[in-house]
């Protein structure tokens, strides 16, 4: 189950803006025209955010998509989760909006199999070094992954940013995990992590643009990463990783210090982040087909 607190707003803005880029470029380039936005979200979790009443990343990723102008025709969105609950969920949700369940593929598994299986779906389409799109990593945890499979999809998500040089890396990763599974490893007693700087050097992203979410006990670490240079977000806290704020949200990313390194932007009432009705429409056939004429073909781990 996807984690929920007061901080998941923010996390959602900064989600949008993110998405709003890529989207944007698909839109406006003539040369685009007739290629889709690809958008893989691992551990995507139901599309609402129960416990604190916020929207989840699929149906902000599609509010996006709308406000941007982005053809529901043109979207290849894969939504992967393990929680089978969580899945149905989400399958209900798309459901009431026709467009949007028709270019979404829900695969319940886990989410190095459907990262692979996304690179999989982009290279039958189109040239792999071509393809815009974006990767959303959020697994409520840092860059690990444990010896269940349990987190972000490590090794397949190295391999797929050197092949897919233009879609954008956007890490949303908990700071106070990595703090402790830091001290742990500095005490012995337990395997090594990956520093923020260590993160950013194996994803080959030449650009990189990097904020905080410091709400109460949350504190996390949003990275967005890609090959074109584009303008920062200042506006909504996201710089440029060389620029003073980057350096210092950097800092607080390595030691998760508390108090205010600089002066935080107030998180926009966006009308596009409003609260969503939790009615869940229409049921979602899971063989239901989507705009490219495929089938969405649902994971499966073994005993689901």
């Not at 003539?30 to 599309?47: I, K, T, V, Y």
């Not at 508390?258 to 932007?265: E, I, K, N, V």
Request: with cysteine; glycine share 12%.
């Amino acid at each position: 189950m996807q984690g929920q607190g007061i901080g998941t707003a923010r996390k959602q803005e900064l989600f949008y803006h993110a998405n709003a880029v890529g989207m944007r470029i698909v839109v406006s380039k003539a040369q685009l025209s007739r290629f889709p936005f690809w958008l893989f979200d691992g551990n995507c979790g139901s599309g609402w955010n129960d416990e604190v009443g916020v929207i989840g990343s699929p149906i902000n990723a599609h509010k996006v998509a709308d406000w941007v102008g982005l053809a529901a025709s043109r979207r290849q969105f894969y939504f992967c989760d393990r929680n089978r609950a969580s899945m149905v969920a989400l399958q209900d949700r798309l459901a009431a909006d026709p467009a949007w369940e028709a270019c979404s593929h829900l695969l319940n598994g886990d989410n190095e199999e459907g990262l692979a299986l996304f690179g999989q779906r982009i290279a039958d389409r189109e040239k792999p070094e071509f393809a815009v799109g974006a990767v959303i990593v959020d697994p409520n945890g840092w860059f690990y992954r444990d010896r269940k499979g349990e987190g972000p999809p490590i090794d397949g998500l190295q391999a797929f940013a050197q092949q897919f040089k233009r879609i954008d890396i956007i890490l949303n990763l908990n700071v106070r995990t990595y703090v402790l599974q830091k001290g742990q490893a500095q005490k012995g007693h337990g395997p090594g992590v990956m520093r923020p700087t260590e993160v950013l050097r194996c994803l080959h992203r030449n650009n990189w643009l990097v904020g905080r979410i410091k709400v109460g006990q949350s504190r996390f670490w949003v990275a967005v990463g890609r090959n074109v240079a584009t303008g920062d977000h200042r506006k909504v806290g996201l710089y440029h990783i060389d620029s003073k704020e980057g350096r210092e949200v950097m800092l607080f990313a390595e030691s998760g210090r508390q108090g205010g390194l600089f002066d935080a932007p107030d998180i926009a009432a966006l009308p596009n982040l409003q609260r969503v009705s939790q009615a869940p429409g229409l049921p979602l056939s899971p063989s239901a087909g989507n705009a490219s004429g495929e089938r969405t073909v649902p994971m499966r781990r073994p005993g689901d």
